[in-house]
């Protein structure tokens, strides 16, 4: 499937944008790209894959107060209170 230059005007009007024709040329081109993409992606067999309700995250690398560049015993004293490896805040929310 692709957009030609009607389905193009017809989309603008409905969403209230008033553009170029310039901009109904490089608009149809984009869209029919994307549709060919989208018809690319349906055409791959996906039967075998599982779906994922909760996919699963690597581990942030950041959440930790020392990395091996910069060990614990290097982070100034001024920082803010910790336990557990985690920064204590105040209480915002009652």
Request: net charge neutral; hydrophobic share 45%.
């Amino acid at each position: 499937m692709s957009f030609d230059r009607k389905d193009v005007i017809k989309i603008a009007h409905l969403a209230r944008l008033d553009i170029t024709e310039a901009e109904v040329a490089a608009t149809t081109e984009s869209l029919s790209r994307i549709l060919g993409l989208i018809e690319q992606m349906n055409a791959v067999d996906t039967k075998a894959v599982a779906p994922m309700a909760h996919p699963r995250m690597r581990p942030c690398a950041c959440a930790t107060t020392a990395s091996p560049s910069r060990p614990a015993r290097q982070i100034p004293e001024d920082r803010p209170a910790t336990e557990a490896g985690l920064y204590l805040v105040p209480k915002v929310i009652e």
